[in-house]
């Protein structure tokens, strides 16, 4: 089975965040890994901030 991307009208575009995810800083520590990707949270900030 195929998984399916979905995204909404509030998410980055793969062209935005190709520019984007430079600019982030890299995960420096060694621990858990994180629940959420960076682009993820970048898309909640935009929809909260919406």
Do not use: F, N, Y
């Amino acid at each position: 089975m195929a998984s399916v991307v979905v995204t909404r009208r509030h998410d980055l575009t793969d062209a935005q965040w190709a520019v984007l995810e430079p600019l982030l800083p890299g995960r420096k520590k060694p621990g858990r890994p994180p629940k959420w990707s960076k682009r993820q949270l970048i898309d909640g900030i935009r929809w909260r901030v919406r």
